[in-house]
């Protein structure tokens, strides 16, 4: 938990400073809470300055663009507002006192003013209701939206420009600020952004809206060409793709034309900026067990391929760009992630940050990326971790983790880091982790993505027990002492895998989804689960009960935890409570662990430290191994 995580990097635009935020958690005087604070490195290494501080949170730090001036939100006055400071010294002002708080903000170009998104605020009818007690929520009505306002940086003049049934999900600058091109979904809710985006821009002193982009499926993540003349826009091709995909287009809006560019290798792009010259677009996407940055020429009818310009030996993340240079925070599987700074082809690379720097780190188990052949031949790569010491030829316990999505993948991120699954206090415990990415995991392209389609619980099956035959072949586990675990999607596979076969001696099923007809009906992601099953639950109750391990609990005989958070809305709370109650009615060696005011996955540090010892308590009270 010693470790930070450093996020929201931001580069000045002439190059010379680099802000950042860096997390890390409170867990004293009662208080079980991440706080984020704000840092400023120069480019040439010669600083690098804690720039806020307090018992409350700063982050998405922003230079303006003359570089004077950094905003950055804060809850330090109870909601979230903006807040402005000058680089070079002094307090800072908070310019924004919203009711409810904002989001997102963006500097205009010239850096006298700020965009913004606000949610709409209760009506006065509805305060009354509220503090009368009368407050009866009548779902998927009476949306609050997000809308777009702009305020100048000496918070006077705020201006709202959109209004309407629709929310706002991000936007972007024309470069001369005459012009803000927006993303909008029908709602806020989260099952919408599967189903439907479009695109508008308006005037960045008016309030008329000119459709950009109105198709079927999401289209969003609009960013401005250097010249204002093109947006370019992540989407699925018109049409929605619930399984997952994400292209980048263009559209000029002179000639109002959609444009595809060319395929990244995943096919799950985010874009990161435009190059100043406007010839290529820059993205960051997962490529096999990498976090990387690539390029795509902006041209829609070049045949320039993409090019990547980080290395496949650890994770590049939160990658921002200003002229030749490149801020990034970078982390492989035995080195805690800090700040870089490069040149955009890798060169004069350098750390800014020491964030973890000074945390003395013990003795690791090694980690390597392994592959092996599944049932049906596919190659499937998963990354092996040893226990701490192993000497070659001994016969170690293994615990397989399952990762979430399915469209989840495991890189080459810090071993030591926290997380749900602590993959080094399990090295430090004897035991061997084996992560596998089996079909269905992003990273490896659309085609294996989609390779689960109406198959869960099947070559995903043969998928991951083929992995754990690979490292019992490799002489390193202990084929009688295996255990499993995973979250959301790894917890449903974990639920499969002990109604197919016993080879298992515990299993720990976090925030799992054992009973897809009951799911997709209470989930708020509906559409991702009829996606995979190819259709609605009613016009296909076979499919469903086919991939639902509640059919086939009869079969259980591994001693299966079952943990679940009480708030959770993704795999609502009763799918873990289907599991356990089954189990336990039927004699098998069960316990539930309830995370309370936890949503899909622990938010507090102090619950998160009590996952992992808990589930290795588990495991080793039925390997019988070590008290």
Not at 306 to 321: A, M, P
Not at 350 to 361: A, E, H, M, R, Y
Not at 431 to 456: C, H, M, Q
Not at 548 to 565: C, D, E, F, L, W
């Amino acid at each position: 938990m010693e470790f930070k995580r450093i996020s929201n990097t931001d580069i000045s635009e002439d190059g010379k400073f680099v802000a950042y935020e860096v997390r890390e958690p409170v867990m004293a005087d009662e208080k079980s809470e991440y706080i984020s604070q704000i840092w400023v490195a120069s480019t040439d290494g010669q600083m690098n300055i804690q720039y806020t501080r307090g018992d409350k949170s700063s982050y998405s730090p922003s230079f303006s663009s003359d570089g004077q001036w950094l905003a950055f939100l804060s809850e330090r006055s109870e909601k979230t507002q903006l807040h402005i400071m000058r680089v070079m010294g002094g307090e800072a002002e908070q310019i924004t006192n919203e009711k409810k708080g904002i989001g997102a903000f963006q500097w205009a170009p010239d850096g006298k003013s700020i965009a913004f998104l606000k949610a709409d605020e209760q009506t006065d009818e509805e305060e009354r209701r509220k503090k009368e007690m009368r407050d009866v929520i009548e779902v998927d009505k009476n949306f609050k939206f997000n809308h777009l306002y702009t305020i100048k940086i000496d918070g006077h003049n705020i201006q709202r420009l959109t209004k309407g049934n629709f929310h706002v999900t991000g936007f972007d600058w024309s470069p001369d600020g005459s012009k803000i091109v927006f993303a909008h979904k029908p709602d806020p809710k989260i099952n919408t952004n599967r189903i439907e985006s479009d695109i508008s821009w308006i005037s960045s002193d008016s309030s008329k809206i000119h459709s950009l982009v109105n198709r079927p499926g999401p289209d969003h993540s609009p960013q401005f060409s250097p010249d204002g003349e093109k947006v370019a826009f992540q989407s699925e091709g018109g049409s929605p793709q619930p399984i997952g995909l994400s292209d980048i287009y263009v559209i000029s809006l002179e000639k109002n034309k959609i444009e595809p560019l060319i395929h990244t290798p995943d096919r799950a792009a985010n874009i990161l900026g435009w190059s100043d010259d406007g010839e290529q677009i820059y993205i960051s996407e997962t490529y096999h067990t990498s976090r990387v940055a690539l390029s795509i020429p902006s041209d829609p009818s070049s045949k320039q391929p993409y090019r990547l310009f980080t290395d496949l030996e650890g994770n590049t993340s939160n990658v921002d760009i200003a002229g030749t240079k490149m801020a990034y925070v970078y982390e492989s599987t035995d080195q805690p992630a800090e700040l870089y700074i490069s040149g955009i082809n890798g060169s004069a690379k350098k750390v800014l940050s020491n964030v973890n720097k000074d945390i003395q780190i013990p003795e690791m188990g090694k980690s390597e990326v392994i592959k092996w052949k599944s049932k049906d031949g596919m190659e499937i790569e998963g990354i092996l971790t040893y226990p701490v010491g192993y000497s070659k030829g001994d016969k170690v316990p293994l615990a397989l983790q399952i990762h979430g999505g399915p469209a989840g993948v495991f890189t080459k991120s810090f071993t030591g880091n926290p997380s749900i699954y602590m993959t080094q206090y399990f090295a430090e415990e004897g035991i061997a982790v084996l992560r596998p990415n089996p079909r269905g995991s992003t990273g490896y392209g659309k085609e294996f993505r989609y390779a689960n389609f109406k198959d869960w619980g099947f070559g995903d099956y043969e998928d991951v027990m083929s992995g754990v035959d690979k490292v019992i072949e490799m002489g390193i586990a202990n084929p009688d002492k295996l255990t499993v675990m995973g979250w959301s999607y790894g917890g449903y596979l974990t639920s499969f895998l002990v109604t197919r076969t016993n080879r298992f001696k515990a299993a720990s099923m976090g925030a799992g989804l054992p009973n897809l007809i009951s799911m997709t009906t209470t989930t708020d992601i509906p559409d991702y689960l009829v996606g995979h099953m190819g259709s609605e639950v009613w016009d296909d109750y076979d499919t469903y009960e086919k991939h639902s391990a509640m059919y086939r609990i009869k079969n259980v005989k591994t001693p299966t935890q079952v943990i679940h958070g009480a708030n959770d809305l993704r795999v609502p709370f009763t799918q873990g409570q289907e599991f356990y109650v089954a189990l336990k009615r039927r004699g098998i060696s069960t316990e539930m662990l309830v995370l309370p005011r936890t949503p899909h996955g622990p938010r507090e540090p102090g619950l998160l430290m009590e996952v992992t010892p808990r589930i290795m308590n588990w495991f080793w009270k039925h390997l019988q191994a070590k008290p």
